[in-house]
């Protein structure tokens, strides 16, 4: 067994979300989350995606565990997934189990996994490997630090955190434990990346109560706050505000009342009697009374928010006198949804409170000097950026570098794939796998692969072809003419019927169209003539080859590159 340890990350280099990384050490293998993120190509029938697990295939035998640091999304969403290719053993904290354990159930595969909870300072060997599990600071409630002990050195990964001394629910973060091991020796530092281009210390989470305070105190009418539903402190805040100031909480969105659901019930949330109430009991209720906590901060079309800004929500709409509070960051790529959505807001009357105006919503992530205070609490001999865009990866670099003194080549940039091999003396990046990601249709539970999504994203840009022969089965001879539908393809445009100089361009782009087609039934038969009898007595085979010389001539004369279906009967 060669005496190396290798890290592969399979999402959360380079990109949000997806956050997922492999330890490899001989023939034992443990993962470390596996989260989801959401993709670009959501206009192509996708909701989420996830990494790629196929490539896990090769390590099959080898994989031992999960390992959850926290309950987000990008940790945890794509658990229901790997666990249906690997059911291996999962480790996580109470809190964050009691996500899992609901999201398990809905995939119908609770029964099937074996879930184990540890709580913070828990030691677990599995194998070569054995993990602390360390409490950490974060947006969310029961999240870990890891520090990994192996054959060649101490791994402290640092999950996402921020020093926060202060949390609203639980304990602050265990420096104290980090600093043992980094007396004892780490070998190399996994370390959150996310707020690394933010100057000076991440808020505590309470640094959002006077805000929220001010504005409860000058509101006259109801008060809707959107915000993530993970952020269990900001929701005990909201429901120690609004019992501050005499308001009902109504909870609206399934995330956020399932999430509130299992908080309350592991007994995280304190929440006094007869707080909370439901949607039919705010009718009976005056606008001052009233605190509406819902979802929809990202301007999702499905959530509660959005549907109050756009249309009526289970009988609620957005009225002028009400007040909006956004509590959540914008995350990157919903800046465009965000801004219409705020603009549906304001034309319903109401008053909204963002980010940028009040302090009603603090960061979960190390800004600077956390990682200053991270990085001089565990003293690594390597430094790993992980989790973030690569120009985050890379000023994280620059400031230990920089204000640390940290030994430049011993901070490792890597990237989603890369197979770094760690030797207790040494760290290179030695490999690199290929890593694709797998999409989730619009139910949430069923795969698309890679490729479908690619021709779905071809087909938008570039239309479809879809081509139709009969041939004889006895002589392979092609009866009748072949059958071409062009769809949303530049070249085979057709009119409709308009008047003017604009009805006569339409007119010759048809009859350009109509010879078009004439000329592409000519390369088709040519080509069924052409073929070999083993082509002929092959339907797959010759439908590539149609496929090809189809392709070969539309891309040559109008340039487009459309997908083309061919489609063989044979009589």
């Known amino acids: 067994m060669s005496n190396v340890l290798e890290i592969i990350p399979l999402g959360g280099i380079g990109e949000f979300g997806m956050n997922c990384t492999l330890l490899r050490f001989g023939d034992e293998m443990i993962v470390v ?66 996500l899992a354990e609901s999201k398990l159930d809905e995939h119908n595969i609770l029964g099937d996994v074996m879930l184990h909870r540890v709580e913070p300072r828990d030691v677990v060997t599995i194998g070569s490997f054995t993990i602390e599990f360390i409490r950490a600071s974060h947006s969310l409630i029961d999240c870990f630090s890891l520090a990994i002990k192996t054959p060649v050195g101490t791994i402290i990964h640092t999950g996402d955190y921020k020093v926060d001394e202060t949390p ?39 640094a959002v109560i006077p805000a929220f305070e001010e504005i409860f105190a000058e509101t006259k009418g109801r008060i809707i706050v959107a915000g993530f539903a993970s ?57 001052d009374e009233i605190v509406f906590l819902v979802t929809g901060s990202q301007a999702e079309p499905r959530a509660a928010l959005y549907q109050m800004a756009t249309q009526v929500y289970k009988g609620l709409t957005i009225e002028e006198s009400d007040t909006v509070i956004l509590s959540a960051r914008i995350i990157p790529g919903n800046e465009r949804a965000i801004s219409r959505m705020i603009g549906f807001i304001y034309k319903r009357g109401a008053n909204i409170i963002e980010e940028k105006r009040r302090l009603i919503h603090v960061s979960g992530h190390a800004s600077q000097e956390d990682i200053r205070i991270m990085t001089e609490a565990v003293r690594p001999k390597f430094l790993v950026p992980i989790h973030g865009e690569y120009r985050m990866l890379f000023r994280h670099k620059e400031f230990v570098k920089n204000h640390l003194g940290f030994p430049e080549a011993n901070i490792i940039l890597i990237e989603n794939g890369d197979v770094l091999e760690l030797d207790g003396e040494r760290a290179a990046v030695i490999d690199r796998r290929e890593i694709k990601r797998t999409f989730i249709d619009d139910t949430g539970f069923e795969e698309i692969d890679y490729e479908t999504v690619r021709e779905r994203k071809k087909m938008a840009y570039e239309g479809m072809v879809t081509l139709v022969v009969t041939i004889d089965g ?94 063989i009967q044979q009589i």
Not at 38 to 67: H, M, N, W
Not at 178 to 205: C, F, K
Not at 478 to 487: D, K, M, R, S, Y
């Open 33 to 98: 989350d596996a989260g989801m993120g959401f993709p670009e190509e959501s206009v192509y029938g996708v909701d989420i995606c996830i990494p790629d697990f196929e490539v896990l295939e090769q390590y099959r035998d080898s994989i031992t565990a999960i390992i959850l640091t926290h309950g987000h999304e990008d940790h945890l969403g794509a658990l229901p997934y790997i666990l249906k290719k690997f059911n291996v053993p999962v480790y996580a904290s109470r809190f964050t189990l009691g």
């Open 168 to 206: 609203v629910i639980g304990e602050p973060i265990d420096l104290r434990t980090l600093r043992r091991y980094g007396q004892e020796g780490v070998l190399a530092l996994l370390s959150d990346s996310t707020n690394a281009t933010v100057p000076g210390r991440t808020p505590s989470e309470r």
């Open 231 to 287: 952020s269990i402190h900001r929701i005990q805040i909201v429901f120690d505000v609004a019992q501050q100031f005499n308001r009902k909480v109504c909870v609206l969105g399934r995330s956020m009342q399932k999430n509130v659901e299992i908080a309350d019930r592991l007994g995280y949330l304190d929440i006094h009697d007869g707080l909370l109430i439901g949607i039919n009991d705010t009718k009976h209720l005056n606008d």
């Open 474 to 567: 006895q002589t392979g001879e092609l009866e009748g003419l072949p059958q071409i539908v062009a769809q949303g393809v530049r070249g085979f445009e057709s009119t409709n019927g308009n008047s003017g100089s604009k009805r006569k361009a339409q007119v010759s782009s048809y009859e350009g169209s109509k010879q078009l087609v004439k000329d592409a039934q000519r390369v088709v038969a040519a080509a069924i003539a052409g073929s070999s009898k083993q082509m002929l007595d092959d339907l797959s085979l010759l439908k590539e080859h149609l496929r090809v010389e189809l392709k070969r001539f539309i891309q040559k004369e109008t340039g487009a590159r459309p997908v083309i279906v061919p489609v």
